[in-house]
């Protein structure tokens, strides 16, 4: 047990050097993974929910745990702007489709923005104000309502958030009496720490919550601990961008190839993200059960990227974790000389360069880097924006076991059309396993958008041999703007 702790230690050591340019999280992505095989439905339908509930730093995280993919988290920007008298909003529909085309799930949602209020019904109801840095909710308040960084269950109930000068007095109260009071202290600009207390009025004493938090513009850290637990709940993300100037060639002459004659600037990137928990968590908490079953569960990036040539760059991916006591996952596998708590870890590096015309990509994966690699997935990518409003792409990838040699290639071919921002159709045609006679999916994606109505249609078909194509899963979204 001290040599796995060690071993942890110089992990979140080592992985604090450096991440990548990343791209916000779209479910185009997700589908993206789930056809590739590198997610399965219910890990899908995980990063979906996340997303309708519009918890893109979770959602963001477990794509970066689940797919060794870099992404990040949508950020708005906050403008300060008059009160309007005039309502605007959107009303917005939403379905995924199951394998039969039938309507697995649907969900209509109404937003409502008025004055200093904004009232929105559906997914989740809440009537919301919002004037100079006070808040006041009614209704479900979660996560973003709380201003925890650790994910929450959705409670019925109210909050308010006040500041007084550097402090921030907040607080909750819910329909099952339980409260929550904060109080938070702005030290500068961009640094803020608070401590909150957890408690209820029909519960006993020992189940109280304490907690605390602290934001900088590198680092973000929560702990939590409930009276009765064999450990805490913590959550730390360690996060920077840098650009440095190359040191140039030899004898003080920088290498200047396809560069324009000119150094290139290096911008590097780096996140760490980890959490850890004991077999039990806090009541309110609500993580994913990709990190419930995980005692720690850490995700690190690194990213280098060289705009002046070609826009290229090197990005590295890792996944660490430690299933808990009693997770089964090494008995499952049939690996009865792996503990079921040892450290699991998975490492992707992938580097891309080249112009627009024609760009490449090739990364390799290692799926179990705690058992020194016996496999291998590699990947090769070839995208090309010669003709003006298309995007052509070709991918082929190969899964290296050591002993037996390269499995069967898989194949893609991606058609891109996207004449306008709001405008965009794709095609996705697969072979899974190589032969289009044994498997081929094809998916398309239809993107419609104005000032007023926005739309996206994804939907993947299959057809194996001696069968049709059939639907396997979609998506479908209108909204209407206001």
Request: a positive charge; proline letters at 5%; one cysteine or more.
């Amino acid at each position: 047990m001290k040599f796995r702790k060690k071993i942890l230690l110089v992990t979140l050591m080592f992985t604090t050097w450096a991440t990548a340019d990343h791209t916000p999280l779209q479910e185009s992505q997700i589908f993206d993974w789930w056809d590739d095989g590198l997610i399965t439905a219910e890990e899908a339908g995980e990063l979906l929910d996340l997303i309708q509930d519009g918890n893109f730093e979770e959602a963001c995280l477990l794509s970066q745990a689940l797919a060794l993919e870099s992404c990040e988290e949508e950020k708005t920007v906050q403008k300060r702007i008059a009160p309007s008298l005039t309502p605007e909003g959107y009303v917005s529909w939403t379905a995924r489709m199951d394998s039969l085309g039938m309507l697995e799930r649907h969900f209509t949602d109404l937003n409502i923005r008025f004055y200093r209020y904004s009232l929105h019904l559906g997914t989740h109801s809440q009537l919301a104000y919002k004037n100079h840095g006070s808040e006041a909710y009614f209704g479900q308040i979660s996560t973003r309502e709380l201003h925890s960084q650790i994910p929450t269950d959705t409670l019925w109930g109210t909050g308010i958030l006040y500041p007084v000068g550097k402090f921030q007095l907040q607080a909750s109260l819910d329909t099952a009496l339980h409260w929550n009071t904060s109080l938070g202290y702005k030290f500068q600009k961009n640094v803020t720490a608070s401590l909150f207390y957890w408690d209820g009025f029909r519960r006993p004493r020992e189940l109280a919550l304490g907690g605390i938090q602290l934001k900088t513009p590198w680092l973000d850290f929560a702990g939590w601990y409930q009276r009765g637990q064999d450990a805490p709940l913590l959550k730390l993300r360690l996060h920077q961008k840098s650009t440095a100037k190359s040191a140039g060639g030899t004898n003080g002459k920088s290498s200047t190839v396809g560069t324009g004659g000119k150094p290139p600037a290096v911008k590097v990137s780096w996140q760490t993200t980890a959490y850890y928990h004991g077999t039990d968590i806090p009541e309110i908490a609500r993580l994913s059960p990709t990190l419930l079953k995980n005692e720690f569960t850490g995700t690190q990036q690194v990213s280098a990227t060289v705009p002046a040539l070609w826009n290229s760059r090197l990005t590295a991916n890792a996944q660490v974790s430690i299933p808990q006591e009693n997770d089964a996952t090494g008995k499952s596998q049939g690996r009865a000389d792996i503990p079921t708590n040892a450290l699991k870890g998975r490492l992707k590096v992938s580097a891309e360069s080249g112009p627009d015309a024609l760009r490449g990509l090739f990364s390799i994966t290692c799926l179990e880097a705690e058992s020194h690699c016996p496999e291998n997935d590699l990947r090769v990518k070839l995208t090309s924006g010669y003709f003006q409003q298309f995007t052509l792409e070709g991918a082929i990838k190969s899964r290296h076991t050591r002993g037996e040699g390269f499995s069967v290639p898989q194949s893609q071919v991606y058609l891109t059309y996207h004449p306008a921002d709001q405008i965009k159709a794709r095609m996705v045609l697969q072979f899974p396993k190589g032969s289009p006679r044994k498997n081929t999916q094809i998916r398309t994606e239809t993107t419609v958008g104005t000032n007023h109505i926005q739309s996206q249609l994804l939907v993947t078909f299959r057809k194996i041999r001696n069968k049709e194509f059939h639907p396997v899963h979609g998506i479908v979204q209108v909204k209407w703007l206001f």
